[in-house]
Structure formats: C-alpha cells, structure tokens
C-alpha cells in the first residue's frame, strides 16, 4: 500500500513538472490598453518623440497597434498588426513588422525587402503600469517608458 502511495504521488510530481514549460509559455504580459509616453523617466529631448500614445490590442497570436504623437516637433501616426510567432510580414515590399517573444519580451523586428529597419523590445513591469520600449532603429537608441492609462 506504501508503495502504491508514492508511485501516485510520484507520477502526481511528474505531471506538473512536464506541464510546467507549456503554462510558462502561456503566461505571456498583457499589453492591452492605451500607453501614453512618460517623457520625464525617458529622458525625451525636445527633438525626439513627445506625447506619443499607443493603443494596444492583443488576443495571443495576433497584436495590433496606433501609436500617435510626435517627433521632434512634427506629428506622425503608425499602425501595425503582425503575429507574435515570428511568422515574416506577408508583403516584403513594404515597411512591416514581425513579433517574437523572448521570455517576457516582445520583440518587434520592423523590416522592408528582408532588411531589418529596427528592433523594438517591449516589456512590462511587474506591477503592470509601465511599459518599456527599448532597441535601436539604424543607428538610433531608442528607451521609452509609458504609463498605463
């Protein structure tokens, strides 16, 4: 009888370890929801982007987004929808993004004709407030906090 007991809770343990890595791959940040750019913990000069705000919609794989604001002192307005499984943009001849997670880390990889323009990760802080936007577009750093609105 002992032994029937820990056979049971032996394959119980074996269960939730195998189990483990497809829930961690689940678990993945919500980034639904409207960001609006923190300027002051960026450090945004007055030539680089103000009062961008970025309206998110999220439903695993698909991600889609508007960011509007501006850049320098001209107003611009982007939108982009793409997968979050790394699939390559459909159309190359055009500016198009391509998402992959890395851990926590949605990385965002703007090409055009197989050319990498940019790579953008965004994470979530632990409370869920804060948005960080960090990568390089050519030879442009790019750190952006926003906030959750």
């Known amino acids: 009888m002992h032994k029937a007991l820990w056979q049971t809770a032996l394959g119980a343990a074996l269960s939730v370890l195998i189990a483990l890595p497809v829930c961690a791959q689940q678990q993945r940040p919500n ?18 982007p103000r009062e961008i705000v970025w309206k998110i919609e999220q439903a695993e794989p698909k991600f889609k987004y508007t960011a509007s ?28 993004v391509s998402g992959a997670w890395e851990g926590g880390a949605l990385v965002m990889r703007y090409v055009r004709d197989g050319k990498d323009l940019a790579r953008i990760r965004l994470r979530i802080s ?6 960080t ?7 442009v750093k790019i750190h952006e906090v926003y906030d959750r609105q």
Do not use: H
């Open 31 to 48: 980034f639904n929801g409207i960001w609006k750019l923190n300027e002051t913990l960026s450090g945004t000069a007055s030539t680089g």
């Open 69 to 96: 604001g501006k850049r320098g002192y001209m107003p611009f307005t982007e939108a982009y929808e793409f997968t979050t499984d790394g699939r390559a943009p459909a159309d190359a001849s055009k500016v198009a």
């Open 126 to 131: 632990a409370d869920g407030k804060q948005m």
């Open 133 to 139: 936007r960090d990568g390089a577009m050519g030879s």
